[in-house]
């Protein structure tokens, strides 16, 4: 597992969400945050084997509020989410889906798309 996304992943956990890798099969009623790595984007080959890697993932934010709500500290999770994305992909994450409603869980919903190197 990418070291950078085992940050990531403890930095998503930190938002104060419920949160899970790779979805659940039954989704928490209020806020939520999901995120996988979903699979590899890139490699670089030499003396006949892979010596680098990257790997592309998501994370997806399920808010009541439309700005996406705030946690216990007053910061908005949206806000959290990019900063922590920043921390650990650098520049290489961006925002897919910015707060759209959906009528079947109730939520605004917003994902980012994100890539790692191991």
């Given at each position: 597992?990418?070291?950078?996304?085992l940050r990531l992943e403890a930095l998503l956990k930190a938002v104060g969400l419920p949160c899970a890798e790779n979805e659940w099969n039954t989704r928490p009623?209020?806020?939520?945050?999901?995120?996988?790595?979903?699979?590899?984007?890139?490699?670089?080959?030499?003396?006949?084997?892979?010596?680098?890697?990257?790997?592309?993932?998501?994370?997806?934010?399920?808010?009541?509020?439309?700005?996406?709500?705030?946690?216990?500290?007053?910061?908005?999770?949206?806000?959290?989410?990019?900063?922590?994305?920043?921390?650990?992909?650098?520049?290489?994450?961006?925002?897919?889906?910015?707060?759209?409603?959906?009528?079947?869980?109730?939520?605004?919903?917003?994902?980012?798309?994100?890539?790692?190197?191991?």
């Open positions: 597992m990418p070291e950078d996304y009623t209020g806020a939520y945050i999901t995120y996988a790595l979903e699979f590899e984007a890139g490699a670089d080959y030499g003396d006949d084997r892979k010596v680098a890697r990257a790997w592309a993932g998501s994370v997806d934010l399920y808010a009541e509020k439309k700005r996406g709500g705030t946690d216990q500290r007053g910061a908005g999770y949206v806000q959290l989410i990019e900063a922590a994305l920043t921390e650990c992909c650098g520049g290489c994450w961006q925002m897919e889906t910015k707060g759209t409603w959906e009528r079947e869980t109730g939520l605004f919903h917003y994902e980012w798309s994100f890539e790692v190197e191991s």
